[in-house]
């Protein structure tokens, strides 16, 4: 799924979450046994496949789309939900568009949501189940309790994924201090950085679905995630190779764009970033520029730290510089210059003692 794709599909369910007046609606129908279609938007694109019904332009109750739903033909909301536009419409749609449903109701919903891209939801009266569909995405809507137990169990792995990101990232500090780095090192990292955006970002999905009853699984996945900041970001920074058509956003897209299966393939993630000229060796050297350890000072600001590395071009140069050397870079300055020799060295102190012990 597309990121825009992926971001239309979340609006969509934040809309009939739970303790929403949509979702309200939505159970009601079901607690009645009856089914429905509804298209959430009435613009121009919806009217032109609308055929007869009738025009209601009334502000939306749950109580008034249960009463609706008793009619056959298709509802049309406001796009944020807030109006009946209209009621009793029978939908007409491309019938060219493909679609993988078998119901006439799940048909037609999926070929509108094809069709115009806006959400379309069926209620199922015989499988007694919400689907809503954007574009070419189908959501079924679980019950709360099964979308907490989903959520719970992404959190345990998340968990896990963030301890191990923890551990290589710990390692890679350690090894940049003492210029030990190899491609495998810097694209472990941002492996297991990926894969645990991948995994929040699935468990941001369970909290937008479950609504008001998703804060506690919200907290617990801003605990996990503080720290992590931009550190993918910043591996990519120090290690990729930029050039005329390639730069920081090409590197950072093609990493969110590989596979689940590409991903565990450490050279294909490295010919996708351009961390490597040619065949990707995993066992070569590599020399960080010094980006990711000089964003953990604390209160130093981006443009001094491109400062910093444009006047000495790496890590390793940026450690040995003396005090005098530091002050000299624009907009350093001598205090900047003792928090940076400082905190490197008690980076490079917390570093090597994490790895060794």
Known sequence: MSAADRQAMLDALALLSPGTPLRDGLDRILQAGMGALIVVGDGPPVLNICSGGFLLDAAYSPQRLSELSKMDGAIVLAPD??????????????????????????????????????PV???SQRMNVISVYVGDEKHQIDPVPR??????????????????????????????????????????????????????????????????????????????????????????????????????AQALGALADLSDDELVDLRR??????????????????????????????????????????????????????????????????LRARAVKDGLSRMAEASILDRYN
């Open 121 to 123: 939801i069926s209620v």
């Open 269 to 334: 993630v490295a010919s996708a970033v351009h961390l490597a000229d040619g065949p990707p060796d995993l066992d070569q050297s590599m020399s960080p520029r010094g980006y990711r350890l000089l964003a953990r000072i604390p209160r130093l600001p981006e443009n001094v730290i491109e400062a910093i590395v444009d006047q000495f071009g790496d890590l390793q140069k940026i450690l040995r510089a003396a005090l005098d050397d530091l002050d000299e870079v624009a907009g350093v300055g001598k």
């Open 147 to 248: 979308v907490i137990a989903r959520a719970n169990q992404a959190v345990q792995t998340l968990e896990r994924y963030k301890t191990r990101l923890d551990e290589v990232s710990v390692a890679l500090s350690a090894l940049e201090v003492e210029d030990l780095v190899t491609l495998r090192d810097v694209v472990t990292v941002l492996q297991r950085t990926e894969m645990v955006a991948r995994i929040a970002a699935e468990i941001e999905g369970y909290i937008v679905e479950l609504g008001d009853d998703g804060r506690l699984v919200r907290l617990q996945l801003e605990e996990l995630t503080a720290s992590m900041g931009d550190d993918r970001r910043l591996v990519v920074r120090d290690y990729f190779h930029e050039e005329d058509s390639w730069h920081l």
């Open 81 to 118: 939900a807030s109006r009946i536009a209209r009621a009793n419409v029978h939908l007409v749609p491309n019938p060219s568009v493909a679609t993988t449903e078998t119901g006439t109701r799940h048909r037609t919903a999926e070929r509108v949501g094809r069709s115009i891209n806006v």
